[in-house]
């Protein structure tokens, strides 16, 4: 079996000859011009993701602990349910919407790096503003625990 | 390039080191666009997909694991890229193309426009080029990529037949039919 496909496979190679006469199709200058061009832009366009990705991620790490600090220290509460559970249960609590709101807050930046068009939804500066007004909101809430 | 050279230029590329990629670019984007361009039969498309092929390896090097593979690994994005866009264009309905110009291969292939003549020699192997060109578009889409890939990409059948998804013999004998109907459009006698 395996020595009739190799005996098949040499006679294709052999065969293969005939493609050499194939006339070369190779790019304009000016195509790989733009080419270059559009990986040197992608290269930049992807580090400058990453570095705001690493940056929000330490920036990040540092609110919460921050904010931990903060509420731990000066927190009181007028809710019920905050005021009944225990504070390890608060805690727990919050260490768990806070991971929840990590994933979140990186699937946003993941997601929006849309792989079909080499573009950011994030660009627009507008919504970058949003997402960290709405993670100002989580801060201040925490805060009022 | 020795091989020890290659996996240091793919690990910078890795790191996204610009030289590295354009290095890449040097090294790949000639043949990818042959193949492309044989896969789609126009020009302009296969510019597009080149510049898909390359962003593709901008955002995905890191999911490509050095194996030694790395021809095989962007000539399959590449194929994939071309497969997609046929299988949309199917979906669409048959269209016009743009550039007919390399569909109907008006001019003899290499030939910039504006150029007319050539010595009898070069023409007579544009124009049997020519008749390659019309009798590789008339293939089915699966045998044509079987041989272009193994053409440009320099592959082993064993690799096709994987990035395919076909078992071995079904590539080799897809490939042996093939070429057997080009040497039919060719006027070439069996060997």
């Given at each position: 079996m395996w020595n009739e496909l190799d005996k098949l496979e040499q006679a294709v190679e052999r065969e293969m000859k005939l493609i050499s006469q194939l006339p070369e199709s190779r790019p304009s200058m000016t195509t790989m011009e733009r080419l270059r061009r559009t990986v040197r832009n992608e290269t930049v366009h992807y580090r400058t993701q990453q570095r705001t990705l690493s940056g929000l991620r330490n920036w990040g790490g540092i609110a919460a602990a921050v904010a931990l600090a903060i509420g731990l220290t000066f927190g009181t509460t007028t809710s019920r349910d905050v005021a009944d559970a225990s504070p390890e249960q608060v805690l727990?609590?919050?260490?768990t919407a806070w991971d929840e709101s990590?994933?979140?807050?990186?699937?946003?930046?993941?997601?929006?790096?849309?792989?079909?068009?080499?573009?950011?939804?994030?660009?627009?500066?507008?919504?970058?503003?949003?997402?960290?007004?709405?993670?100002?909101?989580?801060?201040?809430?925490?805060?009022?625990l | 390039m020795e091989q020890s050279e290659f996996e240091l230029l793919l690990r910078r590329a890795r790191l996204r080191d610009s030289a590295a990629l354009d290095e890449l670019v040097t090294l790949y984007a000639p043949r990818i666009f042959g193949l492309l361009h044989r896969l789609t039969g126009s020009r302009e498309a296969a510019e597009e997909l080149l510049q898909d092929t390359f962003l593709r390896l901008v955002r995905t090097i890191d999911q490509y694991e050095h194996s030694g593979r790395f021809d095989a690994w962007l000539f399959r994005i590449a194929a994939n890229l071309a497969r997609d866009r046929a299988r949309k264009r199917k979906r669409r309905g048959p269209q016009l193309s743009l550039d007919t110009r390399d569909?109907?291969?008006s001019l003899a292939p290499g030939l910039e426009p504006g150029v007319t003549e050539l010595p009898s020699a070069d023409l007579e192997r544009a124009e049997s080029g020519q008749q390659l060109s019309a009798a590789l578009e008339q293939l089915n889409e699966i045998d044509r990529e079987i041989i272009l890939l193994r053409h440009y990409a320099d592959l082993p059948f064993r690799e096709i037949a994987e990035t395919?998804?076909?078992?071995?013999?079904?590539?080799?004998?897809?490939?042996?039919?093939?070429?057997?109907?080009?040497?039919?459009a060719m006027g070439v006698e069996d060997e």
């Open positions: 727990a609590d919050w260490a990590h994933d979140r807050l990186t699937n946003v930046f993941d997601e929006t790096w849309s792989l079909a068009d080499g573009t950011s939804d994030l660009d627009d500066a507008g919504e970058i503003d949003e997402l960290f007004e709405s993670w100002d909101t989580a801060l201040d809430q925490f805060d009022s | 569909d109907t291969g395919l998804g076909i078992p071995l013999g079904t590539a080799l004998a897809r490939a042996h039919r093939a070429l057997k109907h080009l040497r039919g």
